[in-house]
């Protein structure tokens, strides 16, 4: 089922670099309505559950590591056809892969500090924002 939402977040390098603006102005500019924010900072639990698939991955303690270690903004977005066309907005998982004008290419700093993620699917979609959000905090 296409639901035309899927969920971001901008990584602690973004915060730390002080990129939040200007990756939020992207995102509203290419079409994208912001239905749920927050900024938040995940616990070591919580980035473990998050990305429990990539756990056997060699880079799976520095990937806890960095996405604990200072606050992130988590947000659910809405558009037709969301989860492909942010994936599309934010480039390649390596910066240095990352089609010109994409987020990562413009704002990333390397493939594990890489400024934002994106749903890969509808479903992880749905199951990244209750990750995150309330009902009530959904709009
Ligand atoms: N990552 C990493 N090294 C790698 C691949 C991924 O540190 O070789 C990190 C990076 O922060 C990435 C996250 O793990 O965004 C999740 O990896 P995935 O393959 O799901 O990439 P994404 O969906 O974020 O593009
Ligand atoms: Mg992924």
């Avoid at 912001?34 to 639990?45: G, H, N, S, V």
């Avoid at 990562?104 to 390397?110: D, I, K, L, P, T």
Wanted: charge should be negative; aromatic fraction near 8%.
């Amino acid at each position: 089922m296409v639901t035309n939402k899927t969920f971001t977040m901008l990584k602690p390098d973004s915060v730390e670099n002080g990129n939040i603006g200007a990756i939020l102005e992207k995102i509203t500019t290419s079409g994208f309505r912001i239905d749920a924010m927050k900024l938040t900072q995940l616990t070591t639990a919580d980035a473990k559950a998050f990305y429990v698939v990539h756990k056997d991955r060699p880079f799976f303690d520095d990937l806890v590591e960095y996405m604990t270690r200072g606050p992130i903004v988590a947000a659910i977005l809405e558009k037709e056809n969301a989860v492909q066309d942010f994936r599309t907005l934010i480039g390649a998982t390596n910066p240095s892969e990352a089609a010109e004008g994409t987020i990562r290419n413009m704002f990333a700093e390397s493939i594990s500090q890489n400024a934002v993620h994106g749903s890969d699917s509808d479903n992880n979609a749905a199951v990244e924002s209750a990750f995150h959000f309330s009902e009530r905090e959904m709009f």
